[in-house]
């Protein structure tokens, strides 16, 4: 057993409301080697001391009795130490009040229940809590840096040869890493090289300007760290992060390469308009798409397409086929200005040409509304909101659009050249494979991703931006969302830096986002797998596959750290060195249950250390009141709760237990994707367990939260311990 010091802070209202020397007495009784207490631990004197006791004492973890684990955690870090932290400040003295009918604070004085004082639940809380503390670390192995057999891969492999691409190819190349660039076409380009012009992407946004891509291409094939495959693809991808084996075919042969991360810069395909027939697209000749008529341009050919008559006028429809339910639900962000920009590329061929543009809403997001007021100023482009009632053939080979509940209210029908069709992006990867993944979960991004937004592969992450599900593979361009080109100029760069962040991480042997800082990974103990395959079915992250006999096999470097597998055994032979079912289990076992009869309950909460303890945090920080009867242990996911850990806490006696997590759903925020559905999930063999044990089912309850929702947080614990009261006390309690 490692020799473990506990350090009491007596800041912070602590030293105020609690009784120090009863903290003290708790931990050396649960087996603290030695216990000190000063005020301001966290300050330079306070980590001195403790630097100083560490070294007199030959302590090997120590347990910080003070604020959240969520502040100070860089002041409280020791070298080669283990280290706890016990939240006092903010889990009991700054979260825990006695409250009267009208809400109003009360003396700690106060009684709570016949013969039992508010500052007695408090004690016995914060007594609790050293306790675990200590317990904890006694079940605590220090982790030890994940290192790979084989070489590390610091190659970045960039599939896609459009702007983002080859943004992501440069960027990556300029910090010092070598590049593989695999383009499916036989040029590089993409959809921008075909252009005539595009919006500026530097102040003062209001013209147009030739494609930049132009020279990315010249600075990504004059780059001698970058490896370009022109017609080719993406065979196949097998292995892990900094271990990828990725074989890429190109005519006719099939080339391996050693890849360290993965930019996902595929690209989009525009919207298929053969479904857009009411428009008069495929009935009309002069009915085109934007697509098409950017070729027109580039190629100076603002001709008719029915008899190749100068375009003398044209009428743009936005939202072809977007922002609505029977084709795209969601609106493709570019096209406003695509039809503004192709309005200038008529007016500019003929001075006396005019340009029509229907709109729901005019859309030019940020700076570029500067080009949406250029061309507001032109006198011979008509803009109004309206709703197109009919295309359909003029005289003399014109098209005639119907237009209805125009800004001034008035119907009015145009007789046009040309009408343009302003139809929307769809990802590559919604109707081809690009990444041919060798994962037991399939080729592609899982299918719940690519449903989050259409066919994204988009990680619906304010905090995760360009993550996908498949770890060391980072989404950039209009294959992450619709974008304009300066848009996916910076996306590009930003997914290019998480592709190298990664590379780090797997050289230093952590984890990367969200606990970028976590040397631990889960470790098997194979002797007493039955191979039920829950471990490799519930992975979020495909960071498991499985051998012939059903056996699990693991790719450290894939692995977020969730504990999704490790929640999910139910045989409990999958441990980290600093979070595993026995440490669990001691933490329960070291709180104290008082006998029955007093009315005094106990409430064991699981909670997410991702959105719901921050959450809990600022309901402290706002001086909300939680139940002074919860015991509340942070797990890193809800899906890393055990089963077992429930049985284990309703065996010791508590009344209830409460699991809050993320939300999940359509709009899912579980940082691990999928944690808190899967606990939802598994509350069906709670069920079972509580039947076991003779107890009502309603004893253990899930909740999500978001980070935002403190009063939603504090009134579900609030509810929940009303609830229990409800029940008669928890028969095992004093056994």
């Known amino acids: 057993m490692q020799k473990i010091g506990v350090f009491i802070c007596t800041s912070c209202n602590i030293g105020e409301r609690l009784d120090i020397a009863e903290l003290e007495n708790a931990a050396k009784e649960q087996g603290a080697a030695v216990v000190y207490s000063r005020e301001a631990l966290c300050s330079k004197e306070g980590r001195a001391f403790i630097e100083q006791k560490i070294k007199e004492d030959g302590l090997e973890a120590v347990s910080i009795c003070a604020c ?41 004085s106060a009684e709570y229940v016949e013969g039992v004082t508010f500052k007695d639940e408090l004690m016995a809380l914060a007594k609790d809590y050293v306790r675990m503390g200590v ?58 090289a075909k252009m005539k012009a595009h919006c500026e992407i530097k102040p003062p946004y209001k013209n147009i300007v030739p494609p930049i891509v132009n020279d990315l291409i010249s600075q990504v094939e004059s780059n001698d760290k970058i490896k370009v495959y022109k017609g080719a693809t993406v065979a196949q991808i097998s292995g892990a992060p900094g271990l990828f084996n990725v074989k890429i075919k190109q005519g006719g042969k099939e080339i391996e390469e050693k890849i360290g991360a993965i930019v996902l810069a595929a690209g989009f395909k525009p919207y298929d308009a053969s479904k857009l027939s009411d428009l008069g697209y495929g009935t009309i000749k002069n009915v085109v798409t934007n697509v098409q008529f950017e070729q027109m341009a580039k ?18 429809i936005q939202c072809a086929g977007q922002r609505d339910e029977n084709h795209l639900p969601y609106c493709s962000g570019f096209c406003c200005l ?47 909101k309206g709703k197109v009632v009919s295309v359909s053939e003029g005289e003399n080979g014109k098209v005639k659009v119907v237009v209805d509940e125009t800004l001034l209210g008035e119907r009015l029908e145009i007789e046009v050249d040309v009408v ?42 304010i905090c995760f931006p360009y993550e996908t599900r498949r770890t060391g593979i980072y989404a950039a361009g209009a294959i992450h969302q619709p974008m304009t080109i300066q848009q996916a100029i910076e996306d590009a760069r930003g997914a290019t830096l998480k592709a190298i962040q990664c590379l780090v991480a797997i050289e230093e042997g952590h984890a990367v986002h969200p606990r970028t800082w976590d040397y631990a990974y889960p470790e098997f103990d194979l002797k007493m797998c039955t191979q039920c395959k829950r471990c490799t079915e519930e992975c979020p992250f495909g960071a498991l596959n499985e051998d012939e006999k059903g056996f699990p096999i693991q790719f450290v470097t894939r692995c977020r750290r969730c504990g999704t597998c490790f929640g999910a055994c139910p045989q409990r032979i999958i441990s980290f060195k600093d979070y595993s079912i026995d440490m669990i289990t001691n933490m329960i076992k070291a709180t104290e249950m008082p006998e029955q009869g007093y009315g005094l309950y106990r409430l064991m909460a699981f909670v997410c250390e991702n959105d719901a303890l921050p959450a809990l945090d600022m309901a402290a920080y706002q001086k909300k009141s939680l139940p002074v009867s919860f015991r509340i242990i942070p797990v890193r996911c809800l899906g890393s709760v055990n089963v077992s850990f429930v049985k284990d806490a309703m065996s010791k006696g508590y009344d209830g237990i409460l699991l809050l997590g993320c939300k999940f759903g359509e709009n899912y925020q579980c940082h691990f994707i999928k944690g808190s559905e899967l606990a939802n999930r598994r509350m069906e063999n709670v069920a079972e367990t509580l039947q076991q044990l003779a107890l009502e089912s309603e004893r253990v309850t899930l909740h ?3 980070i935002d929702e403190v009063d939603e947080a504090v009134n579900k614990m609030k509810e929940f311990n009303e609830e229990i009261k409800g029940f008669e006390e928890n028969p095992f309690k004093g056994w």
């Open 704 to 706: 999500t939260v978001a």
């Open 338 to 384: 695509a039809s503004l920009k192709q309005a200038k590329y008529i007016r500019e061929a003929d001075p006396e040409a005019k340009a029509f543009i229907i709109y729901d809403h005019m859309r030019t997001m940020g700076i570029f509304e500067n080009f949406y007021k250029t061309l507001q100023d032109d006198p011979g482009i008509f803009l109004t």
């Open 299 to 316: 190629e100076d050919k603002l001709v008719r397409p029915s008899d190749g008559a100068p375009i003398k006028s044209v009428l743009f």
């Open 135 to 192: 317990a904890k670390l006694q079940s605590y192995n220090f982790p030890q840096p994940y290192k790979p057999e084989e070489e590390i891969s610091k190659t970045i492999l960039v599939i896609g040869g459009g702007v983002a691409g080859l943004t992501a190819a440069l960027e990556a190349a300029k910090a010092g890493h070598d590049v593989v660039l695999v383009e499916k076409e036989k040029e590089l380009g993409g959809f921008v």
């Open 68 to 108: 959240s684990q969520r502040v100070n955690y860089d002041v409280f870090n020791f070298d080669n130490v283990a280290v706890d932290r016990t939240s006092l400040r903010e889990g009991v003295v700054w979260s825990r009040f006695p409250l009267g009918e009208e809400g109003e604070v009360l003396d700690d």
């Open 420 to 461: 343009v069709l302003a139809t929307g992006m769809v990802p590559v990867t919604a109707e081809e494979p690009v990444l041919n993944l060798e994962y037991r979960q399939g080729p592609g991004l899982p299918e719940e991703e690519l449903n989050l937004f259409y066919g994204y592969a988009d990680s619906n992450f």
